[in-house]
């Protein structure tokens, strides 16, 4: 009797967000695909089947990690009467992320950027789509809210600059900041 293929019997989400830790941990130069099996119990040719080579995997992992994020900023900018009290919520939430302990790792999207995996066209391509999707949400929010701000507010400006900070402090993330710090920056 021939063998039999077996059917795919893992997660292909769970999958991602263990392959994602590798990425974040290691960055995308420094991980390879032994580091991938190692850390999702599966074997090369069952990875390749189900997510191609390191790059289509790490493309997989980014968009993952980017459409989550996006999602999460919709629900919070969008939420209540207030332009100024859901963007102040967007960014106080990130506080966690930046600061402290669990803010060392940094963000998976700007490490990639300063690990020089954006040098590849179609990762920079998907980070600058994500900065874009944020900056648009932010400017969308601030542009539909625009009577609660003085005169002469520029919701366009103002949204540049509060990308230019979460970018800003997601780079100093690294340096572990105090958390007290971050929300006094913000």
């Known amino acids: 009797i021939g063998q039999m293929a077996r059917p795919r019997s893992f997660d292909p989400d769970e999958a991602l967000d263990l392959a994602r830790d590798v990425f974040w941990q290691k960055g995308f130069q420094g991980t390879s695909l032994d580091d991938i099996t190692a850390a999702t119990g599966l074997a090369k040719p069952s990875l390749y089947a189900a997510f191609g080579d390191k790059n289509a995997l790490f493309l997989k992992v980014l968009e993952r990690y980017h459409a989550r994020i996006v999602a999460h900023a919709e629900r919070i900018i969008n939420d209540g009467p207030s332009a100024r009290d859901a963007v102040h919520r967007w960014l106080i939430g990130f506080v966690p992320f930046c600061s402290g302990v669990r803010g060392k790792r940094g963000c998976l999207s700007i490490n990639t950027s300063a690990d020089g995996a954006a040098e590849q066209k179609e990762v920079r391509k998907r980070i600058e789509s994500f900065n874009r999707k944020l900056e648009e949400l932010l ?48």
């Open 139 to 186: 400017q969308d929010r601030l542009r539909a809210d625009r009577a609660q701000f003085a005169d002469g507010f520029d919701p366009d400006a103002t949204a540049h600059t509060i990308m230019a900070i979460y970018t800003g402090l997601m780079v100093l993330a690294k340096d572990a900041p105090d958390a007290a710090h971050v929300r006094a920056t913000l």
